[in-house]
């Protein structure tokens, strides 16, 4: 293969330093992080530019052998939420553009742009150094507003023609699932020769099985509870509270139930839901139930292994999902899920065998759905050993070599196009 030697790696609006789980950090931070590192491994240098959210951020911060991040400062460090950023993409691009000039033509082989704010700076710096773009939507418009939770927040249509704009502009398009990449013809007319789908993966050395009750005594949770853990970040689209409706339902069936289940809710405020970030707590209460959930701020990978093994279920209910590495981390720690049926759930979970895929998002359905599992410890066993088994074909190492075919078949492709001309 022709590999690239230097990849610029564009993430406008969140940074793989910032910790996933709250504000706009997520799944998207870990797979930007981790297949960099991978990526510097095999010989390709990485270079990482995010807009910079704090003056005591240094310019330049090395992540790892081979990968820099670079912070560029583009409007107020503070206080600016992602709908506003399109008003700083010139100033981002600017900053850009200026440590591709330090250097001699030719610095950078490929662009990777992460999420369409970023593509719309990808595609200049594409003409400008005349490279090949290759993009990830990771979330697209269209997609979402197709199944928003009630009271959540439309997508601005200015955001749907900016996708739309990226990948027109695209050499490649990497889609997580074939859901995505299917959602990316239908809805935007994508060049289905130049969509590649590659699964994002989990780190098998930090997310694998391990003692239950050991997890429970370090996090100081009871040996014999019930454990129903949700982990993501704290917004409608993510439906935490469906998990609590629930719970609660399960309690109002048994009330036996209520001095044993425990419901863990690890992650904060995001989007829609910094509007009001106490809302879940409130639900609890409102609910009845404020005595026996935990809510617990995002955490280190290694400490929410621990919480994924102590769960009996990881519960995730969202409205959409490009992937949905939530799930695939529990089941890597042999915990099974329970899941909406929706986008890269699907690939995510193997219903029946990793898990169980809920259609809808009826809490009384989750609630039959998990006491089910309860109920029956042989069924639940028989899921957790899918789910290790599941999780074990989602490796970053596999991802990484997807993406790495990805760029060479584009820079040869713009090679072939150079000569041409």
């Not at 704009?165 to 060049?191: P, W």
């Not at 280190?300 to 209910?317: F, G, I, K, S, W």
């Not at 190492?397 to 820079?411: I, S």
Request: proline share 5%; net charge negative; with cysteine.
């Amino acid at each position: 293969m022709s590999l690239p030697r230097r990849v610029a790696t564009v993430s406008v609006h969140t940074s793989p330093l910032d910790q996933p789980g709250a504000g706009d950090a997520g799944g998207m931070n870990v797979y930007i992080c981790e297949v960099a590192k991978r990526l510097a491994a095999r010989g390709v240098e990485v270079e990482i530019f995010t807009r910079s959210t704090s003056s005591d951020l240094p310019p330049r911060v090395e992540l790892s052998d081979g990968v820099t991040v670079r912070h560029i400062t583009a409007g107020p460090y503070e206080g600016l939420d992602k709908n506003e950023l399109p008003a700083q993409l010139c100033a981002f691009t600017s900053g850009v553009l200026r440590v591709e000039a330090q250097h001699e033509p030719g610095y950078f082989d490929l662009v990777h742009s992460h999420y369409w704010l970023s593509g719309q700076v990808g595609w200049l710096a594409k003409e400008r150094w005349g490279v090949p773009l290759v993009h990830s939507m990771h979330t697209m418009a269209r997609v979402k507003n197709t199944a928003l939770a009630d009271g959540d927040t439309p997508e601005p249509n200015a955001r749907a023609i900016g996708e739309a704009q990226v990948v027109a502009e695209a050499d490649r398009l990497v889609a997580s699932t074939v859901d995505e990449a299917e959602a990316l013809v239908r809805l935007y007319d994508a060049d289905p020769e130049k969509v590649v789908t590659i699964a994002p993966g989990v780190d098998l050395g930090v997310f694998a099985p391990g003692n239950r009750a050991e997890s429970r005594a370090r996090l100081g949770l009871d040996r014999d509870a019930v454990v129903l853990l949700f982990v993501g970040r704290i917004q409608p689209l993510k439906a935490p509270d469906v998990l609590l409706r629930a719970a609660a339902s399960m309690i109002a069936r048994d009330p036996a139930l209520r001095d044993r289940l425990r419901v863990v809710v690890v992650g904060g405020p995001s989007g829609t839901g910094l509007a009001e970030p106490e809302q879940q707590q409130k639900l609890a209460g409102a609910l009845g139930i404020a005595d026996l959930t935990l809510f617990e701020r995002p955490v280190h990978q290694e400490r929410l292994a621990d919480y994924y093994r102590a769960a009996d279920l990881t519960v995730v209910p969202s409205y959409t999902e490009s992937f949905g590495l939530v799930a695939v981390e529990s089941q890597a720690c042999g915990t099974p899920v329970v899941a909406a049926s929706v986008g890269g759930l699907r690939t995510a979970v193997a219903d029946g065998r990793s898990g169980l895929l809920v259609a809808g998002h009826d809490p009384h359905d989750y609630a039959a759905a998990i006491a089910g599992l309860i109920r029956n410890a042989d069924l639940r066993s028989a899921l957790a050993r899918g789910a290790v088994r599941h999780a074990s074909g989602f490796g970053w190492e596999v991802t990484a070599d997807r993406v790495l075919e990805v760029y060479a078949d584009a820079v040869a492709a713009s090679s072939c196009t150079a000569t041409v001309a």
